[in-house]
């Protein structure tokens, strides 16, 4: 009978893989709901760019992350200057 109900301790495993899916979820979901609501930081960051931007010094450049590269070509009509991806480690861009 042991092959219909599965191995021993099964139903144990189980129950335990289903708390740690739901003790993940309860971590998760309030961090996805803000994300969902707030928006993606580094968008958020280039907001507060744009808005503090305009009565300050001027900037020229502003040196990002490569891997912000792309969110700063879609942010570039509010963005205060031009954008140098890799910049910031040392490369040109």
Do not use: C, K, N
Not at 6 to 27: D, H, K, T, Y
Not at 64 to 86: D, F, K, N, Q, S
């Amino acid at each position: 009978m042991a092959a219909v109900g599965g191995p021993a301790g099964a139903g144990a495993a189980g129950r335990a893989r289903s708390a740690l899916s739901v003790i993940a979820l309860m971590q998760a979901l309030p961090a996805s709901v803000r994300y969902a609501r707030e928006g993606a930081p580094v968008f958020r960051a280039f907001d507060d760019m744009a808005a503090t931007a305009h009565g300050g010094d001027r900037v020229d450049t502003i040196a990002l992350h490569a891997a912000r590269a792309a969110p700063a070509e879609w942010a570039t009509p509010i963005l205060p200057a031009r954008v140098r991806p890799g910049a910031a480690r040392g490369t040109s861009g």
